[in-house]
């Protein structure tokens, strides 16, 4: 049994870079192809997701500490937000991209690519949030889980 968890620890250690690094790949290029903020923020939060199933949830929670995951979620809706209320400010509508630079083009890829990482940021967090509220639920004392029935034999 040991032998599977040190073949389980080892090549999560190596899947989760990549899985982070993909997760970039998408954020980054979400506004010239298919992905963006919300497809970017799972992937990321798989990553970590994973971590905990790996090596336990009480080290993923001393890893992402519940004041990071909340920053995450503040500063990505702040970032969202601002980009549209910065849209108000300059003379455009809310969350118009092109009055966010002199060049409208630029303004425009600047907007989106705040506005993704923005929205990459929150989903990132949520789904860190569900995972670790769900993994760190107990039963009420006196209740069991239901037993798992396995394939009947013959």
């Known amino acids: ?14 899947l989760i870079p990549p899985i ?11 506004d010239f192809g298919p992905g963006g903020g919300f497809q970017a923020g799972v992937i990321f939060a798989s990553a970590f997701i994973l971590y905990a199933l790996i090596f336990g949830i009480d080290t993923a929670r001393r890893v992402v500490t519940g004041w990071a995951v909340r920053l995450l979620l503040a500063g ?16 455009g509508n809310y969350l118009n991209y092109s009055v966010l630079a002199d060049d409208a083009l630029v303004g425009q890829h600047l907007g989106i690519f705040l506005v993704e990482f923005g929205v990459g ?7 860190i949030t569900i995972f670790f509220t769900f993994a760190g639920y107990r039963n009420s ?3 069991s889980l239901p037993e798992e029935s396995g394939p009947e034999e013959d």
């Open 1 to 14: 049994m040991m032998v599977y968890k040190s073949i389980l620890r080892v090549s999560s250690k190596l």
């Open 20 to 30: 982070l690094l993909f997760a970039l790949y998408v954020q980054f290029h979400g």
């Open 76 to 91: 990505g809706a702040l970032l969202y937000s601002g980009v549209g209320v910065a849209g108000l400010v300059l003379g």
């Open 121 to 127: 940021s929150v989903v990132a967090a949520a789904m």
């Open 141 to 143: 004392p006196g209740e």
